[in-house]
């Protein structure tokens, strides 16, 4: 019961400090609707359902990824993270805190992204709705421990993304795959097991992250 | 300093010394080659490239147990706070990386002789391979990027670790993008190859362990040297 409580707590602080200072969000949103002009560019002429909806996938990933990036920088730049190492409760608190707060934001960067999608490209489906809502879990779950991780190099922002992409590709495979066959069930399986999966590792390991 | 001298020392008396090994895999190796080359008979189907196949494989499955030894390692760290356990990790990572390296060339030549293209998406392994070197090139731009100490070593075992998990997950996920080329030499009912091709391949299959493990204490030894250079160093000034 304690534990929900630290997380829930370290969460709302999150969310808190997004409400008022406004950092990641807008810039979310902005890099969404931004991605999928350039795709209506980069296509050659009307193309097809599969191509678009590859390049959903795309714009997803690379928005989460802008998203993760941020997670720990107020941390760095107010120098709190060792006041959130030292507080009296669990670690994998602040991990699960913080990746409930970075998929928050996910998720409402993509309550604009998928209507604009089915605005410009093609309709979207319920068992592509599944697969955004399974693979965010896996994205911002894994996201935010190899940024935790990142955060601690020198290289920081650099080193995100060579982390992330690598792991993110069994859910990019997931998703591709629910979005566009006609029966998807073994994709959304996929991403559940996947979802399952590193959130136990990320749970069980990230106290050797963060502590010394 | 006792203390490791002592461990040092016992270890010492436990492993097999690198001359040894050395030559030993040395001659397995060439051996090794010499069969690839001259005792086994060529594909009835492929013809003499299928030959690379030897060393293809042989190098894919010391490329694993590479990782797997890397885990193992960083799995010591984390669990038994093995001082020796971080640096271990980092040889088995790297030699990991050389061999995988050799996999992906391996493969290209044999993918462009039998299909006439350098790069196939549909090759499982190839395509695994790939985001296993690049999973792997991101430890190290993940170690280098911070000091050396304990939360270097945490760092990096727990990345180790995360490899093992993403090779069967994305071996699955391989699996599940495409349909299946690659030549399945291993079945249910056991290898369906004979005689000399079975003799040559078990060769390659002990020669290329037995030279990662040689490179692997040739570099765990010469970082141990410079490691202790830098103390001795620190100690003069």
């Known amino acids: ?212 | 300093m006792n203390r490791s001298a002592a461990t040092i020392q016992a270890v010492g008396r436990t492993r097999i010394s690198l001359p040894v090994l050395a030559g030993a895999s040395l001659v397995l190796v060439t051996t090794a080659l010499a069969f690839v080359f001259f005792v086994a008979p060529n594909d009835a189907d492929q013809g003499f490239s299928q030959r690379i196949f030897y060393f293809h494989v042989s190098i894919a499955i010391t490329a694993y147990g590479c990782f797997a030894g890397a885990a193992w390692k960083a799995l010591r760290h984390l669990w038994k706070r093995d001082p020796r356990a971080d640096l271990e990790s980092y040889v088995f990572v790297h030699q990991g990386v050389i061999f995988g390296t050799l996999v992906l060339l391996t493969g290209s030549i044999w993918a462009k002789i039998s299909w006439g293209h350098w790069w196939l998406w549909s090759e499982d392994q190839l395509v695994l391979f790939l985001v296993l070197f690049l999973f792997y090139c991101a430890y190290f731009m993940l170690r280098f990027s911070v000091d050396p100490g304990p939360q270097r070593a945490n760092l990096s075992a727990v990345y180790a670790l995360f490899g093992v998990v993403l090779i069967p997950v994305s071996f699955a996920a391989i699996r599940l993008s495409k349909q299946l080329i690659h030549p399945v030499v291993f079945t249910r009912d056991g290898p369906n190859f004979h005689g000399w091709i079975l003799v040559t391949y078990c060769l390659a299959q002990v020669a290329l362990p037995v030279l990662a493990y040689t490179l692997y204490r040739l570099e765990l030894s010469a970082k141990r040297l410079d490691g202790r250079l830098r103390d001795l160093r620190e100690v003069l000034a």
């Open chain 1, 1 to 212: 019961m304690g534990y929900a409580r630290d997380v829930g707590a370290l969460a709302r602080k999150d969310l808190l400090l997004e409400l008022r200072a406004r950092d990641t969000l807008p810039a979310m949103l902005l890099f969404v609707g931004s991605v999928f002009v350039v795709f209506h560019f980069a296509l050659p002429g009307t193309s097809s359902r599969l191509a678009t909806a590859g390049l959903l996938w795309v714009a997803i990933l690379f928005t989460a990824l802008l998203g993760l990036g941020r997670a720990f920088v107020p941390e760095r730049e107010q120098r709190t993270f060792d006041g959130l190492v030292l507080a009296p409760c669990d670690r994998s608190a602040i991990w699960l805190a913080k990746s409930l707060a970075t998929l928050a934001f996910l998720v409402a960067a993509e309550l604009v992204a998928l209507p604009l999608y089915a605005l410009f490209f093609h309709s979207v489906g319920g068992a592509t709705v599944a697969a955004v809502a399974l693979a965010d879990l896996g994205i911002c779950g894994v996201g935010t421990f190899l940024g935790a991780m990142a955060v601690a190099t020198r290289a920081r922002d650099l080193i995100l993304p060579l982390l992330f992409l690598p792991l993110a590709m069994p859910i990019v495979v997931g998703a591709v795959g629910a979005t566009v066959v006609d029966s998807p069930g073994r994709y959304l399986g996929f991403l559940a097991l996947y979802d399952l999966l590193f959130a136990v590792i990320c749970w069980a390991s990230f106290e050797y992250v963060v502590a010394e």
